[in-house]
């Protein structure tokens, strides 16, 4: 079993709970205009262009052991942070068999599992995956036809399979990237703040301030960025959402 990823990052401490080493796999259904990994979006190898005119190959053909073994090469750690392995990308089920293959093996070790995740997937996989994944970390990127025009993808099938994952008993924390001016509208905050109250078993909702990293490595990419002219938001900007959220009497908001 092998899978396309484009880079294993260890010592992670913003992918779930701990220390932990975060797979991320190549392959996106989606088209975010914010996106901060379009190294991610195609299932194959791309050429990055570095500042200096030399050029680097992103992705990489692996298998499950080789992935394992660095996964495991960090257990210490987890092991006195709470930490684990988390799968990211891209979206982790779009491989969905070497995600199933991965998760499978984290567990047999012992290991927490999270998934970090559009939600943009056939809803068979996600209950494939689900006995082995101990924390989703879901997108909950705009909503109404403003999803389709930042994501190039409706929000139904993401809001059935939020849907039918809280249901079924996962663990899940809400991740809401916040883009000033563009998806931070008074019905997008509105709609998380309903979430908040549709499914009360949200172990937290978290706000992901737009950080515009996605535009050098768009060019670095030789594609053109979609948010050229947005800048990061200063923390007044940050603090006016969550004043909002509290306002609409969301409780479990912080910032990610
Ligand atoms: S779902 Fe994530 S990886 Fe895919 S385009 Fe959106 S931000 Fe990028």
Redesign the pocket.
């Known amino acids: 079993m092998q899978g396309m990823i484009f880079v294993i990052q260890r010592a992670s401490l913003h992918d779930g709970p701990g220390i932990r080493t975060t797979v991320f796999l190549k392959g ?1 259904p ?3 205009q914010w ?1 901060h ?2 190294e ?2 195609s299932f194959e190898p791309e050429v990055f262009y570095n500042h200096d005119g030399t050029t680097k190959l992103v992705g990489k053909l692996v298998s499950v052991e080789e992935v394992m073994a660095e996964v495991l090469a960090d257990r210490a750690y987890y092991a006195s942070s709470g930490g684990g392995a988390t799968l990211s ?3 982790p089920l779009a491989q969905s068999a070497f995600t199933l293959a991965l998760l499978k093996e984290c567990k047999a070790q012992g290991l927490h599992t999270c998934v970090e995740t ?1 939600g943009h997937a056939a809803p068979e996989r996600f209950q494939a995956v689900l006995p082995y994944v101990d924390l989703f970390l879901y ?1 909950y990127k705009a909503t109404g036809p403003d999803h389709r025009r930042y ?1 190039g993808v409706s929000q139904e099938l993401i809001l059935a399979n939020l849907d039918a994952l809280y249901k079924a008993g996962a663990k899940i924390i809400l991740r809401c990237p916040l883009v000033p001016g563009i998806n931070d509208s008074s019905e997008h905050l509105r709609a998380i703040a309903r979430l908040e109250r549709e499914y009360p078993e949200l172990l937290a909702i978290e706000i992901m301030a737009y950080h515009n990293l996605g535009n050098d490595k768009a060019k670095r990419l030789r594609r053109k960025p979609a948010l050229p002219g947005i800048a990061n938001p200063p923390q007044s900007t940050v603090q006016a959402w969550l004043d909002v959220l509290a306002e609409l009497g969301c409780r479990k908001v912080r910032i990610g």
């Open positions: 996106c989606l088209r975010c996106c990994n379009p991610s979006w990308g891209g979206e559009c997108d994501t």
